[in-house]
């Protein structure tokens, strides 16, 4: 027999198990380069706009506080930077 008020604990232990904290990288696995993401490696820490780009698809600045949506498009090009505008990481998506 299943208690009640058994199952309101089971739930929360579920939902707790898949909860990351803010901030915290989600392992995926490896993302085929659907962008040319591959080709800015070499320039991470450099200024965005001193860089020459080729895209194949769309390109997403993204800032440290700027707001994201969480659509996948595996063919944009998104480029984090930091506050000065010096490239943190390329990825598609």
């Known amino acids: ?3 009640i008020a058994s199952l309101p604990a089971a739930a929360l232990a579920t939902l707790a198990a898949c909860d990351t904290a803010p ?3 989600v392992e995926t696995a490896p993302q085929e380069d659907t962008c040319n993401a591959d080709q800015l490696s070499d320039d991470i820490g450099r200024n965005v706009g ?4 080729t895209a194949t698809g769309p390109v997403r600045t993204l800032g440290p506080n700027d707001a994201r949506t969480m659509d996948f498009v595996p063919e944009r090009l998104n480029l ?3 506050a000065e505008g010096n490239l943190v990481r390329a990825f598609c998506g």
């Open 23 to 25: 901030g915290t990288p």
């Open 1 to 3: 027999m299943i208690r």
């Open 50 to 53: 001193e860089l020459e780009i």
């Open 80 to 82: 984090e930077v930091d």
